[in-house]
């Protein structure tokens, strides 16, 4: 399950939004319309993990940490206490807390981002401007993904 490309919504009254139909039909193939909701720990933006996922990186990070050393239970709690599960309703909407409208500046216009396994959520007003800009971010990617090898040239 690869989530790609990027949809707008609105939220309603209530603070319920409509999961984009690509991401809809996606995540009802591969796990049903169950989701963990939490704030994303670098950015200002929401992460929806489909329930597998969420329990794969949530595997990963306990396998990680030792539960006999107090920094790393405090690090888990953090990352484990502030989530939301989500559930759609019959309509494909779900509800997003207050509190998490609040830590994501998301007025009334989200964005969702398929980002590989996840989907970002993010106020409309700032998935508008540039992450990266152009020029830098051709020269990251070419730092990441360029040959350092020379290549022959072709005469």
């Known amino acids: 399950m690869r989530f790609l490309g990027n ?10 939004v409509f999961l984009p139909s690509v991401f809809r039909k996606q995540t009802q193939m591969a796990t ?6 939490r704030k994303d720990i670098f950015q200002e933006c929401l992460i929806l993990y489909p329930e597998k996922v969420w329990n794969d990186q949530l595997n990963e990070l306990r396998n990680r940490l030792n539960r006999w050393n107090a920094q790393h239970q405090t690090i888990f709690r953090q990352f484990v206490s ?3 599960i989500i559930t759609l309703d019959g309509n494909g909407r779900f509800l997003i807390p207050k509190r998490y409208l609040k830590l994501a ?5 989200v964005r969702f981002i398929g980002m590989d396994d996840t989907i970002e959520i993010w106020a409309k007003t700032i998935a508008d401007k540039p992450f990266i800009g152009s020029e830098e971010f051709g020269k990251a990617l070419e730092s990441i993904m360029g040959d350092n090898e ?3 040239e072709v005469t």
């Open 7 to 16: 949809s707008e919504a609105r939220l309603d009254a209530k603070g319920r």
């Open 32 to 37: 049903g319309d169950c989701f963990i909701l």
């Open 82 to 84: 502030d989530v939301e």
């Open 105 to 109: 500046q998301i007025n009334q216009e």
């Open 150 to 152: 020379k290549t022959e």
